[in-house]
């Protein structure tokens, strides 16, 4: 659950009482939460004691109770986990009577220790799915890390939040750049992570000091998202400003000089405008020689209360990170090189990678009335990397990798609009939760290529020949001089890099949407939806520094004719049945596409279109002990029956050489399981865990044929093939499995006194390449099988009044693994480490 604004003030002791307003309402209790000053109390829980319903207050301090049966009942007003008041309400003719509730704030109540407890979402709205139903009306699986979970494992990155959901797993860290995250078989790519509703870049590595919770809605949502891949999409909910004066202070140290100092400030500048200020600056070391990073984040915030029905909230934050880029310790002949010590640096000692990144967002909220609501989002992200470094690590069998420099910058800007209309209305008998939206995005990008001194050689045709800065004997760089023939040990100078061009790519892409939530009886209810996006890459600009001149970079087919801006469009339905049996139990079946825009052209010569995937999903959502524990568990298959190929054959029976003529023809599937468990059993005692289980294959290539050309009036007779089918792909993990456990004394002389453990499995899964049929033919392998591994961490803390410490360590059983980008950035995962949080709360 969110951290509760009540809960809060009642810990710092800052209000007198809360008020619970309850409206005469037919179909059951209709209220509204409100603190003594009035501002609504969002993410309270209130629960029917009788019926052991529950449900969240949203961001107005609304909640309700449909279709009650006449009788008495009692309401719990809860926060953190503690009763705060609770009343007899009483339903006559199926409504009930208005009443007024108020807590005192008595000192039992003011020395509540701080823990939300980890939460069933089941019955709260998600922001990640925008129509303002709640999980449990889903048909798909919803996973929320909430603010309790980044606490307590005191996350730092967003890769450190996503080990607690299943089904999501880091499949590489190329050079420390950037993380890759793969989920049901599919990258999440640079489409799938968005902040506040907001496409947003993992580049640089997401802070975590900001985040409120993460969301991840799990498998296809183009239909709310547009051209995103089918594994999950990810919203980062980043802290609000509140109308009460707040903050806390922290800092956090760890192994390797890992500093972390965090001030977080929040209050009202008036009785319509709050403010929260969020800043942080990190400095560390690292257990790889050579490396380290600096980092400085600042968050500031406005919420304006126009009236009480209008409201608007200015974000904005600035990420500066600074670190080394390290690509590990390589590969030796195609292979992992196993006999180099983890701490290796391969890279230059002078390589750098800056990245500077800029959020802004206006986030508008209008209720019209009590069934319709208006959202509108307007944001913009800046995005800048400058590096310069070598960059692959590819030994050959003797030890002795060439060292090639990669100097690039480039810089990207993104705008996105958005429109999301939710209403409630009844045709009879059945209700109605319509969401109806519009979204777009636009972006720029601008990528620099440098001509590197002393380094770079290229041909007439501008092509590159040579990039090699030196050699470095891998098994022990200080030993290179004495492994190479010219005698030559490593070289340490920067080589001067010049301009040499600068590409600009726009894309501009739009959506509309409907979405309509049937609820046909109290027990079974109907999601249908349909959008429709369009998305049109015109060509990009070439300017050349040298002669000062610009020239489109035009899409030509192999006669070097035109073939116009690229443009994708496509239609997205999903369709969901939702059965609950009991009030604490909801079965669902569903179907929905995604679509994947393709390069190349077919055999007219027209751009490819977009492959359509399939997504079928069934699960189930339980609450047990009135949802103080949730098990939900899901089951899917995705289907490419639409995976594009190189055309092996034209229609006229001639041979087709030309790789960038593609047909429909091939197929991928990928079948999964994923479970989830949370709750918060006991006063104090929290857990969390998950398993999954994912297989991404292809499931239909192209076979191993003889392509005959004609090259200069001679012929030429090449073999080319589909990738091996039945294996599975790069890059996806087989089974992922978390567990979380903490506890919190409650009472007595220790209360307060906090431990956990936690501990994360990663599966077997493949690096390098995927084989083609004819690799295996030839008795070629190109893949990389990268064992299972397991760390655990564990934690123990207290908190006395406003203070709170936390020390953890991390990978007590000390494993050794690695995340694998290919065969070239092979990053060893951190040995055995420690990091404390000294909190002071104001």
Do not use: C
Not at 174 to 179: C, I, S, Y
Not at 398 to 406: E, K, S, V, W
Not at 483 to 496: A, E, I
């Amino acid at each position: 659950m969110k951290k509760s604004f009540l809960g809060l003030v009642l810990s710092l002791g800052l209000v007198g009482g809360v008020q619970l307003e309850g409206v005469a309402q037919h179909h059951g209790i209709h209220g509204k939460l409100k603190s003594k000053s009035g501002a609504p109390i969002e993410a309270a829980t209130v629960t029917v004691k009788e019926l052991g319903t529950s449900t969240a207050t949203d961001r107005n301090g609304s909640f309700s109770f449909s279709t009650l049966p006449d009788g008495t009942y009692t309401i719990i007003v809860k926060s953190l986990g503690n009763v705060i008041d609770e009343e007899k309400i009483k339903v006559v003719n199926g409504s009930s009577q208005p009443i007024n509730l108020v807590g005192e704030s008595r000192d039992s109540k003011l020395d509540v220790v701080d823990v939300r407890g980890y939460n069933s979402h089941n019955n709260q709205t998600v922001n990640v799915g925008k129509a303002g139903i709640i999980d449990k009306d889903l048909p798909q699986s919803v996973q929320i890390i909430n603010e309790q979970v980044i606490r307590d494992q005191q996350v730092n990155r967003l890769s450190d939040a996503l080990k607690n959901a299943n089904g999501i797993a880091m499949g590489a860290n190329r050079g420390g750049v950037n993380e890759n995250f793969y989920a049901r078989g599919y990258s999440l790519g640079a489409n799938n992570i968005f902040k506040n509703g907001a496409r947003t870049n993992n580049g640089g590595s997401i802070e975590a000091s900001t985040l409120e919770s993460v969301e991840i809605l799990k498998g296809s949502a183009a239909l709310l998202y547009g051209g995103v891949t089918g594994g999950a999409v990810v919203n980062l909910v980043t802290k609000k400003p509140k109308f009460e004066y707040g903050g806390e202070a922290s800092f956090r140290v760890g192994s390797y000089d890992f500093y972390k100092p965090t001030v977080d400030v929040y209050g009202p500048i008036s009785d319509k405008v709050a403010f929260r200020v969020i800043s942080t600056y990190e400095k560390s070391g690292s257990f790889r020689d050579h490396v380290d990073s600096k980092r400085l984040y600042v968050n500031p915030s406005i919420l304006y209360k126009i009236n009480d029905r209008t409201d608007i909230n200015f974000m904005f934050d600035y990420l500066k990170s600074d670190y080394t880029p390290d690509f590990g310790i390589g590969s030796v002949d195609g292979k992992l090189n196993q006999d180099v010590g983890r701490n290796t640096f391969m890279n230059t000692l002078w390589a750098y990678n800056k990245t500077n990144t800029t959020n802004g967002q206006i986030n508008l909220n209008h209720q019209f009335n009590d069934n319709w609501k208006l959202n509108a989002i307007a944001s913009y992200q800046s995005y800048g990397r400058d590096y310069y470094g070598s960059d692959r690590v590819q030994a050959n069998a003797q030890g002795i990798a060439p060292r090639n420099l990669t100097r690039s910058k480039s810089d990207e800007l993104t705008f996105n609009q958005q429109l999301n209309l939710t209403g409630t209305v009844k045709t009879g008998a059945i209700k109605h939760k319509i969401l109806i939206g519009a979204d777009a995005d636009q972006s720029n990008t601008k990528a620099y290529a440098y001509f590197i001194d002393g380094i770079n050689y290229y041909d007439k045709q501008g092509a590159l020949k040579v990039n090699v800065y030196d050699s470095i004997y891998v098994f022990n760089p200080s030993e290179t001089a004495a492994h190479l023939p010219s005698g030559k040990g490593l070289r340490t100078d920067m080589p001067g890099a010049e301009y040499l061009t600068r590409t600009t790519t726009n894309i501009y892409r739009y959506g509309v949407f409907f979405q309509d939530l049937i609820e046909v009886s109290e027990k079974f209810k109907v999601l249908a939806g349909l959008r429709y996006t369009y998305q049109r890459t015109p060509y990009a600009d070439k300017y050349t520094y040298a002669t000062g001149e610009t020239e489109e970079v035009k899409n030509l087919d192999a006669n070097k004719n035109e073939l116009g801006a690229k443009v994708d469009q496509a239609w997205s339905p999903k369709f969901g049945l939702i059965y609950q049996p009991i009030k604490s139990s909801s079965v669902y079946v569903t179907y929905a596409n995604n679509f994947t825009s393709n390069a190349g052209y077919d055999v007219d010569y027209k751009p490819m279109g977009p492959s359509t995937i399939d997504q079928y999903e069934a699960g189930v959502k339980n609450d047990f002990f009135n949802g103080r524990l949730t098990l939900n568990a899901s089951v899917y298959r995705i289907n490419n029956n639409r995976f594009a190929q190189q055309l092996l054959v034209k229609p006229d029976g001639t041979d087709n050489g030309d790789t960038n003529m593609k047909e429909f023809s091939g197929k991928t599937s990928s079948d999964g399981v994923e479970i989830d468990v949370t709750g918060s059993i006991l006063p104090g005692l929290d857990i969390l865990a998950g398993y999954s289980y994912n297989y991404m294959r292809y499931t239909e290539t192209s076979p191993i044929t003889k392509i005959t050309t004609v090259v200069n009036g001679s012929s030429k007779v090449t073999e080319v093939s589909g990738n091996e089918e039945d294996v599975r792909l790069v890059g996806t993990t087989a089974h992922t499995a978390n567990g979380t456990i903490f506890y919190t004394l409650q009472n007595g002389g220790a209360k307060g006194l906090k431990f956990g453990v936690s501990a994360f499995y990663t599966g077997r899964r493949n690096a390098g390449w995927n084989n083609t049929k004819i690799n295996v033919r030839d008795g070629v392998d190109r893949l990389i099988t990268v064992s299972p591994f397991t760390t655990v961490d564990i934690s123990a803390g207290y908190t006395y009044k406003k203070w709170s410490i936390l020390a953890k360590m991390s990978n007590v059983n000390n494993a050794f693994n690695y995340y694998i980008h290919e065969n070239y950035s092979v990053n060893p995962i951190p040995p055995r480490s420690f990091m404390t949080t000294l909190t002071y709360k104001f």
